[in-house]
Every structure is written in C-alpha cells, then in structure tokens.
T-cell receptor, first 116, second 110 residues
Framework: GAGVSQSPRYKVAKRGQDVALRCDPI?????LFWYQQALGQGPEFLTY????????KSGLPSDRFFAERPEGSVSTLKIQRTQQEDSAVYLC??????????????FGNGTRLTVT | RKEVEQDPGPFNVPEGATVAFNCTYS??????FFWYRQDCRKEPKLLMS???SGNEDGRFTAQLNRASQYISLLIRDSKLSDSATYLC???????????FGAGTRLTVKP
C-alpha cells in the first residue's frame, strides 16, 4: 500500500518567504508527527496530531511555525518569514493507533528546505 | 539536557565485529522504546522495538533497563550493509510523542 507521502521533495526559499510543506499520512493512521532534522543530527520533534487535534506543539521553534490537520488526514506545516536557520529536512511520520504505545512510526522521505 | 542521549560515535568496525550502542533517556514516564536505522539522505526506518525483557532479531539484540533509564543495541557479526546511523527513540506515556536521540553513526569496513 501507499506509504507516507511528502511534497515538495525539495524547496528553495529566499529568506523572508513563506513556505508550506505537505504530508499525506498512511490512510487511517490516527497519529501524525512533524520532525525537523538538521544535517548530522537526529530528528527533533516539532508537533503531534491525533486525528485533527494538535495535542503537542511544544517543539515548534518559534511562532513563525504553524501546523494544521483540519480533517484529520493531510497535514500542512507552514513556516512564515523563513530564516537561514530553518534550513533542514522536515520529516512527517504517521502511526496507526492512538493508544498503542508500541506502534512504530512510518516516515515519509522528507522535504529538504534550503533558505538562501 | 536532551531528553534522549546516545553514544556520540562514529563507530568504525571491521566486518564480523560485534558493536554495541548505548542510549539513556531522562523522562521516567517513557513507555515505549525503539531503535531506528537511517541511511544517508533517507528517512528513518524501524529496526526493532525494545521490550522490557530484552529481545533479539537475528544478529541484533536490544536491552532495556528501566531502573537506569538505559537502552542498548548489540550488533553481532557486522555486515557492510549495517553501515548507517542508529537512532534511539523513546515514547512517553503522558504525551504520546516520540523523541529521538541524535544518532550514532556506524561504518563497517571490509
């Protein structure tokens, strides 16, 4: 079946531009996560949704970052007024069951954002 | 202090060697534990879950010590194809999110 799909695969933005990154999770997956991964680092948690509810946004680095999942499926991560330090790979992952703590994450192949 | 900390690495080992990675976590409410593998410029993929009693999957053995808040991964008889970054992942009971360590890079050489 289809895995987690992210688009665009690559994005180059000029400093100050707004960007929107899209994630299509595996159909039926309740949980959706966004991570930011800088070069040579592990993924850093940004935010977590259970269906359409954003249960944790403690990892969003500033108020320039905003995420939504209005219908409980597709999610968009928006970054306003991009800065060079926003350059990273943004990974989306989904997980099937909200109450199964052993459910692993299924990752998309990420969006590589470069801010020039 | 990061919530999940790993051996900094890198580890460079010959084929056939045994190598062990360690990971500690700070949140005592952590509920589930995993090892993920990430190849260069690829997304992380689940290697194995870590169970309380320890578990083995072929050449890979994972151990959990809840009292010490410590997880390990042992790879026996290393193969060239084991070269990757290994990420320790911890999921907490109270907020359900999953936190990653910075990863330990392994290079297996012929």
């Amino acid at each position: 079946g289809a895995g987690v799909s992210q688009s665009p695969r690559y994005k180059v933005a000029k400093r100050g531009q707004d960007v929107a990154l899209r994630c299509d999770p595996i159909s039926g997956h309740v949980s959706l996560f966004w991570y930011q991964q800088a070069l040579g680092q592990g993924p850093e948690f940004l935010t977590y949704f259970q269906n359409e509810a954003q249960l944790d946004k403690s990892g969003l680095p500033s108020d320039r970052f905003f995420a939504e999942r209005p219908e409980g499926s597709v999610s968009t991560l928006k970054i306003q007024r991009t800065q060079q330090e926003d350059s990273a790979v943004y990974l989306c992952a989904s997980s099937p069951l909200q109450s199964s703590y052993n459910s692993p994450l299924h990752f998309g192949n990420g969006t590589r954002l470069t801010v020039t | 202090r990061k919530e999940v900390e790993q051996d900094p690495g890198p580890f460079n080992v010959p084929e056939g060697a045994t190598v062990a990675f360690n990971c500690t976590y700070s949140n005592s409410a952590s509920q589930s534990f995993f090892w993920y593998r990430q190849d260069c410029r690829k997304e992380p993929k689940l290697l194995m879950s870590v169970y309380s009693s320890g578990n083995e999957d072929g050449r890979f053995t994972a151990q959990l010590n809840r009292a010490s808040q410590y997880i390990s991964l042992l790879i026996r008889d290393s193969k060239l194809s084991d070269s990757a970054t290994y990420l320790c992942v911890v999921r907490s009971y109270n907020n359900n999110d999953m936190r990653f360590g910075a990863g330990t890079r392994l290079t297996v050489k012929p």
